[in-house]
């Protein structure tokens, strides 16, 4: 079993920032960060492979940044230049084959 603890959301207006963490119990594998808004599908933002690999929504291209602190077993989700489009409950996803684990998700509210 792994627990993913998140932190770091609340509201910013928009073109301010925010950071995500997400705290796992056990070694990084592939992490990242996913996001939900009423009545829609859940949507990949960012991904952080094990070995270095990054791959992001083409919404949040050059706006957000995913990062992570190996020794504190750490995923970071830097968000900058953030749209009132970006609100949404935010994710954090972990893979440890052959399970998947999500965190219990926080709220990022950006006004215009």
């Known amino acids: 079993q792994v627990q993913l603890v998140e932190s770091g959301g609340g509201l910013v207006q928009a073109g301010g920032s925010l950071r995500l963490s997400c705290a796992a119990s056990?070694?990084?594998?592939?992490m990242g960060w996913y996001r939900q808004t009423p009545g829609k599908q859940r949507e990949l933002v960012a991904m952080?492979?094990?070995?270095?690999?990054?791959n992001y929504a083409d919404s949040v291209k050059g706006r957000f940044t995913i990062s992570r602190d190996n020794a504190k077993n750490t995923v970071y989700l830097q968000m900058n230049s953030l749209k009132p489009e970006d609100t949404a409950v935010y994710y954090c996803?972990?893979?440890?084959?052959?399970?998947?684990?999500w965190g219990q998700g926080t709220q990022v509210t950006v006004s215009s």
């Open positions: 056990r070694s990084i594998v592939t």
């Open positions: 996803y972990a893979n440890y084959w052959p399970t998947a684990y």
């Open positions: 952080l492979t094990r070995g270095g690999s990054t």
